[in-house]
């Protein structure tokens, strides 16, 4: 159990440079009253007496970090073991996200183009087709089959060279996969590999329905179709009574090959939809582009293949991103892996982002970086490093672009459903975190009437026992962020 501090030890604490915290911004726009010395020790008081109550129960063995400060003043409000090492989960995209928007600045696009290094005789081009990705993570399909149809716009029929595939954009090279990720989660799109010419994420889209009566294969309908990945099907339809048991899983030994398995009752409401990671993007991509070029017409004589764009090619289509500031929602608020991964790439992997740790006034030694999802069981982080990234992001230029794309508490992203009550909703503006055993949670809260408070919160060694235990879990957290909140 943690004692409430006295005024003049905790005057000395909030005065230590391993706890003291610098407000990043100017004065806020709202009134707000400062955190008397008295209401903040009532507010430990508080805390202290949530989490020694969830410790017999429903924290029972985890280990938990709790930092929160006030965003405008820098006053320390409560921390505890603030500079612990956990396992960050998901909060981890805060770091490469925030990296990002510093580094290249929120109107930053990635583009994608397609060349020639031929020339045109008649509807037939000498030459070959040179397809080069910039590293942009919300490259579709729908952009492949436009850049397929302005090749046959152009009226082009006829490729007599290759379709090239140039994927060097990426500043170093990396294996697909980052070390520490579990191999079971390598089967499913949030594990998908990335590389600098990508298109869907990498994955594709599963859906499966009963067969026609019980103990017949299932339906699958896979999109797109591609040569690049074999889909086996396993599964069966079940009696009405079955459960649920449809999943997916990759061979070990054959990469290239997804097993679909389970049991499927008859008679659902809606069939299962999930996604599946390809082990191989450039022939994905290559597959997709391909079809769509045929599709349109255009016939390529030589194949595909991987190689660096030669120096004269000439453009006939590009497509541009959207601007890195809806790349930073489409990450943080569904919580996508990919997209981080794509980001973690662009900067230069952990080299880059520790150099940029060091820049904001982060000792990054006392991190362990290995991607950019926080995937990886390897990952970890203090309390007060995310706290620091999120006052960082307190500046002016990039406060209003952080906080928008950041979830919202019962109204979008990943906290959409929680902390719904009327006192926390619209409150609680944080990146989740969630991988086994471990629930993290950190961002901003706003409370009635002192303003802005930045906050980590995280729980490792959770061990989510029985029914209904993340909605405990999410009780406590309520609870400490409700204290906060609700503070006269």
Known sequence: MRKCLGTLAFAALLASPMLAFAATTAPPTLASTRFSTAEVARLRARIAAILRAARSGTLRGAHVAFLAIDANRGTLIDAVHPDDDFIPASTFKLIVGSASLDTFGPEQRFVTTLASDGTRAGTALHGDLILRGGGDPTLDDKALREAARAVAQSGITRVDGALILDNTAFRYPSALYRPGWAWDDLTYGYGAPTDALSVDENALHITVAPGPRPGSAVALSVSPETASLQIENH??????????????????????????????????????????????????????????????????????????????????????????????????????????????????????????????????????????????????????????????????????????????????????????????????????????????????????????????????????????????????????????????
């Open 235 to 488: 599964a069966i339809t079940g009696s009405s009574e079955a459960t649920d048991t449809i999943d997916a899983m990759r061979p070990w030994n054959d990469p290239n090959v997804v097993r679909i398995i389970g049991v499927i009752p008859q008679g659902v409401k809606s069939p299962d939809r999930f996604r599946v990671a390809v082990e191989n993007p450039q022939a994905f991509v290559g597959d997709a582009f391909l079809a769509d070029l045929e599709a349109n017409g255009v016939a390529v004589a030589a194949g595909m293949r991987t190689d660096a764009s030669p120096p004269d090619a000439t453009t006939l289509w590009q497509h541009r991103s959207p601007p890195l500031s809806t790349i930073l929602a489409r990450m943080w608020q569904p919580s996508d892996n990919f997209i981080a991964e794509m980001l973690y790439r662009h900067l230069g992997g952990a080299r880059a982002e520790r150099a940029w740790l060091r820049r904001v006034g982060i000792d990054p030694t006392t991190l362990t970086i290995v991607d950019g999802s926080g995937l990886s069981a390897y990952d970890r982080v203090t309390p007060r490093a995310l706290v620091r990234v999120l006052q960082y992001d307190r500046a002016p230029q990039r406060r209003a672009i952080v906080e928008a794309a950041l979830p919202l508490s019962g109204v979008r992203g990943t906290l959409q459903y929680r902390f719904r009550d009327p006192t926390l909703r619209g409150k609680v503006n944080a990146k989740t975190g969630s991988v086994n055993h471990v629930r993290t949670l950190a961002g901003y809260l706003r409370t009635e009437k002192h303003g802005t408070v930045t906050f980590a919160l995280l729980v490792n060694d959770w061990m989510d026992r029985g029914p209904g235990a993340m909605k405990r879990l999410d009780a406590v957290r309520a609870a400490m962020l409700r204290a906060i909140v609700t503070a006269p």
